[in-house]
């Protein structure tokens, strides 16, 4: 079946510090990932779409590269601040479905 | 823009009673809404997909006269848990997609979410 999956449960940085955030999938080939973020008892805020025929997409502190090769995505953050602490979705689309990630709670240290 | 907002944001009932969650897409026009449960620490889990002005798609394990979904106009969207259970106590989220950006690959928005303990 087709899975996605978050290798990390939690990371913890630095502030100022790069965080690098994994997802990976199996058994599919998406054309799109996404990327949101979810803070606690909030609902997802959508972030980032990547295509698979971009290698890397950036938005401000946020960069996202797929590689279809590795079926991976990296999720970066640069100069990760204390506000950034929030749990990172990934997912793709399958026809009109999203399957989401585990997520990975992401914790800046000040 | 792009604002969802679900209603209420948090309710306690008593065993056996039913709940409604109602689900606006205040700025947007949503043909499509997504209803999600998820569990504490876990990920986003599909219960159904609902069509305005046509029946719910529900996800495989899903009981469909359980969680009642009505999707009747292009801005609103409720989901009924009726009978409630104790293990019906979870985090129910709604998301929508804006109908003028339909394609398979649109971002969701996502309404902030329902907690519900049943008592």
């Known amino acids: 079946s087709q899975k996605i999956e978050q290798n990390s449960e939690a990371l913890n940085i630095q502030e100022g510090k790069t965080a690098t955030l994994t997802c990976n999938y199996t058994?599919?080939?998406?054309?799109?990932l996404q990327w949101y973020r979810q803070d606690p008892g909030r609902g997802p805020v959508f972030l980032l779409l990547?295509?698979?025929?971009?290698k890397e997409k950036r938005k401000e502190r946020l960069k996202v590269t797929f590689d279809t090769t590795l079926k991976q995505s990296l999720f970066h953050i640069t100069a990760s601040q204390p506000a950034d602490s929030a749990t990172y979705l990934c997912?793709?689309?399958?026809?009109?479905?999203?399957?989401f990630g585990t997520g990975t709670r992401l914790k800046v240290l000040a | 823009g792009a604002v969802v907002s679900q209603h209420p944001s948090w309710v306690i009932c008593k065993s056996g009673t039913s709940v409604k969650i109602e689900c606006r897409s205040l700025d947007f026009q949503a043909t499509t809404m997504f209803w999600y449960r998820q569990f504490p620490k876990q990920s986003l889990m599909l219960m159904a997909t609902s069509n305005e002005g046509s029946k719910a798609t529900y996800e495989q394990g899903v009981e469909k006269d359980k969680f009642l979904i009505n999707h009747a106009s292009l801005t609103l969207s409720t989901l009924t848990v009726t009978s409630a259970h104790p293990e019906d106590s979870s985090f129910y989220i709604c998301?929508?997609?804006?109908?003028?950006?339909?394609?398979?690959?649109?971002?969701?928005?996502f309404g902030n979410g329902t907690r519900l303990t049943v008592t």
């Open positions: 997912a793709y689309t399958g026809t009109y479905k999203y399957t």
């Open positions: 998301s929508a997609r804006d109908r003028g950006r339909i394609s398979y690959n649109s971002p969701l928005h």
């Open positions: 058994n599919y080939s998406p054309a799109y």
């Open positions: 990547i295509r698979e025929n971009e």
